[in-house]
Nanobody, 113 residues
Framework: VQLAESGGGLVQIGGSLRLSCVAS????????MGWYRQAPGKQRELVAL??????TRYADSVKGRFTVSGNAKNTVYLQMNSLKPEDTGNYYC?????????WGQGILVTVSS
């Protein structure tokens, strides 16, 4: 499975961004997809995920501001609204499979005043 991310960049406080991730290869084994982020000096953390059954999970810090969508078989999107400086970091697409997981290369999101 290969993951291709797009949509990051620089945005002002309160702005919006939409991240996209498309999976290719042996996608039949994927059962969930999601987004993680890592800020400088911090551990990678779950932001949001969606299962192929449509269930979603969010970090408390993004509830009400971020929305995860996609079919969780080969696409996952993250709509980020009301962005804050603490949302800055590298965002990684993740695909969970029955026999492991795969990570994207990461995409930088910078929220600045």
């Amino acid at each position: 499975v290969q993951l291709a991310e797009s949509g990051g960049g620089l945005v002002q406080i309160g702005g919006s961004l939409r991240l996209s991730c498309v999976a290719s290869g042996s996608i039949f084994s994927i059962n969930a997809m999601g987004w993680y982020r890592q800020a400088p000096g911090k551990q990678r953390e779950l932001v949001a995920l969606i299962t192929d059954g449509g269930s979603t999970r969010y970090a408390d810090s993004v509830k009400g501001r971020f929305t995860v969508s996609g079919n969780a078989k080969n696409t996952v999107y993250l709509q980020m609204n009301s962005l804050k400086p603490e949302d800055t970091g590298n965002y990684y697409c993740n695909a969970r499979m029955y026999n492991g997981e795969q990570w994207g290369q990461g995409i930088l999101v910078t929220v600045s005043s």
